[in-house]
């Protein structure tokens, strides 16, 4: 099955440009999106198609892919920007769809 | 105003079983592809099931065979059979939209708030 991998944590300082990863095998051929969730809420869709921001979303918030791995960028860090964050995919070769480990941000 | 409300959760005792409703409203389920996705406690997101748009579905391996996702087209209103439930099944489960994407892989726009289920003697 279809692996996403991100690093646990990430630490920023307000104003600051925070980096989330997430690795997966040619993960540049797929979709991704990227989900920001915080404490006791639903998950909301915060970068789709890559790169694309759903109404509403700041437009700190960026995405980039290419390769195995693709990237959240959150420019100009705020404390209300400290949540858990997903990426997701759909495999193809299984129908199956496939949310990343999370990433923990952390704005200092 | 585009709105999911999920409802039926609840403890359950092992090898139990349980059905989930989201009530959406604001949208059509029948025109839309349709999922539900859990989260245990402390842990991440796991995807469980989609109803496509034609009727076509698709299970997560660790429910497949026990769990079946259905709607019902007059209440507007998708569901989750979910039997022979384990202690591993215990989860907040979220129903969600499906946005179909241009790279053909599809993304979650609406969320409902998630309904718990414990599954534990």
């Known amino acids: 099955s279809y692996v996403l991998t991100q690093p646990p944590s990430v630490s920023v300082a307000p104003g600051k440009t925070a980096r989330i990863t997430c690795g997966g095998n040619?993960?540049?051929?797929?979709?991704v999106h990227w989900y920001q969730q915080k404490p006791g809420q639903a998950p909301v869709l915060v970068v789709y198609d890559d790169s694309d921001r759903p109404s509403g979303i700041p437009e700190r918030f960026s995405g980039s892919n290419s390769g195995n791995t693709a990237t959240l960028t959150i420019s100009r860090v705020e404390a209300g920007d400290e949540a858990d964050y997903y990426c997701?995919?759909?495999?193809?070769?299984?129908?199956?769809?496939?949310f990343g480990t999370g990433t923990k941000v952390t704005v200092l | 105003e585009v709105q999911l409300v999920e409802s039926g959760g609840g403890l359950v005792q092992p090898g139990g079983s349980l059905r989930l409703s989201c009530a959406a409203s604001g949208f059509t389920v029948t025109s839309n592809y349709m999922s539900w996705v859990r989260q245990a406690p402390g842990k991440g997101l796991e995807w469980v099931s989609i109803l496509y748009s034609g009727g076509s579905t698709y299970y997560a391996d660790s429910v497949k065979g026990r769990f079946t996702i259905s709607r019902d087209n007059s209440k507007n209103t998708l569901y989750l059979q979910m039997n022979s439930l384990r202690a591993e099944d215990t989860a907040v489960y979220y129903c969600?939209?499906?946005?179909?994407?241009?790279?053909?892989?599809?993304?979650?726009?609406?969320w409902g708030q998630g309904t718990l289920v414990t599954v534990s003697s």
């Open positions: 969600a939209r499906a946005r179909p994407s241009s790279g053909g892989g599809d993304s979650f726009d609406y």
């Open positions: 997701q995919v759909w495999d193809s070769s299984s129908d199956h769809y496939v």
């Open positions: 040619n993960i540049g051929s797929k979709s």
